[in-house]
């Protein structure tokens, strides 16, 4: 059985950092041209989008903040990289955990296979699959790690979960085709999953209330949790100086929300922890939904929209005596265009069942 230093070598820092260099031109040159297109030349440089940061690509936000959104790798993931010190929210699928691991460590400067720990806290949003599948690699060599306490039960329950989805992600990745350089970090994790147990994804600090402040390479951030909505456990992030929510699975953009009675969903709870995090937002904020695009406050609230004409739209059937069963195959204006269609009748299932308690 490896070790865990054997497993994290092969998730080295430097394994996939390319280098560009860019040209001149000699003075000799410059001085041949025709004054038109020499002027062009010294006009303003547009202002270009940043390249995609890391092997994951990551999308920066503002200095030092980049984000993932991209359905097909998991739950939307932000991380944060100053002064040395990284925060990551949320660890996607486990064969990506050995990649994003790679990405925060190459931006603070720290090397993975000669340290037990760096300087990364971790924080889950909440305990589904997609947003904590990478915690077994990332838990153990983040310096702190943070859920809510109804999290860290079912986080722990769900460790064949985790080891099945590492030994899958080879595969997986050559199914959907993806980028060749994330192989190396899922083959790796694959191998690892053999020596995790229980505790190995399990975050060490539980949250249990709103307030918790953090301050991670001279960055603020607050810890926020409103109660049930799409789970018991759901975390808000709140970057004060930096204008940016991320809302964990409390907000799907332009796809109908996964319900989880399991987790004790509540629709009514949902739209209240909505308002509270609406409340957290100008017109400049940055939302990070938990699946679907980064986008402005607007995307709250059409949330709550949804919630709010879902539950009347299920009251009305219901007091017209409806059967359930017709109900889950009903649709509605406001969920036309969505993705996520296939969850479109478990919602529905799921919010009858509330308001018939």
């Keep these: 059985m490896p070790t865990r230093q054997t497993t994290m070598h ?3 820092r430097r394994a996939f950092l390319t280098h560009t260099t860019r040209g001149g031109l000699a003075l000799s040159a410059l ?39 991209d359905q097909t790798m998991g739950g939307n993931t932000l991380l944060v990289a100053s002064q040395g010190q990284a925060l990551l929210v949320d660890t996607k699928y486990p064969y990506l955990g050995g990649a994003i691991l790679n990405d925060a460590a190459n931006l603070i400067n720290a090397d993975i296979p000669a340290n037990d720990s760096i300087e990364l806290t971790l924080i889950n949003t909440h305990h589904h699959g997609d947003h904590t599948g990478g915690n077994a690699i990332i838990v153990p060599i983040a310096s702190a790690s943070y859920a809510h306490a109804n999290a860290l039960p079912r986080i722990k329950s769900q460790l064949e979960r985790y080891v099945q989805g590492a030994k899958a992600g080879p595969s997986e990745l050559a199914r959907n085709e993806a980028d060749e350089k994330l192989m190396p970090f899922a083959k790796s994790a694959a191998e690892a999953s053999k020596a995790w147990t229980e505790k190995t994804a399990v975050p060490k600090i539980a949250i249990s209330g709103s307030g918790t402040t953090l301050s991670i390479g001279g960055i603020t951030l607050v810890i926020n949790h409103y109660g049930s909505g799409h789970t018991d456990n759901d975390l808000v992030i709140h970057l004060p100086d930096h204008n940016i929510v991320h809302t964990g699975d409390l907000v799907f953009n332009g796809l109908h929300p996964y319900f989880d009675p399991s987790a004790n969903a509540s629709a009514n709870g949902w739209i209240e922890s909505l308002r509270q995090t609406r409340k957290l937002c100008n ?66 299932s799921g919010v009858y069942d509330e308001l018939s308690a």
């Design 31 to 69: 001085a041949a041209m025709p004054m038109s297109t020499l002027g062009r030349m010294l006009q303003p440089a547009a202002k270009e989008e940043p390249l995609p940061v890391g092997v994951l690509g990551w999308k920066t936000l503002q200095k030092d903040i980049y984000a993932i959104a």
């Design 283 to 348: 017109a400049e904020t940055t939302v990070i939904p938990g699946h679907g695009p980064i986008a402005g406050p607007e995307v709250i609230d059409t949330q709550i929209k949804y919630f709010e004409s879902l539950i009347a739209s299920i009251q009305t059937e219901i007091e017209k005596g409806t059967p359930k069963e017709e109900i889950v195959e009903m649709s509605w204006e406001f969920m036309n265009g969505l993705g996520f269609e296939q969850i479109r009748s478990r919602i529905i």
């Design 10 to 12: 092969d998730l080295n």
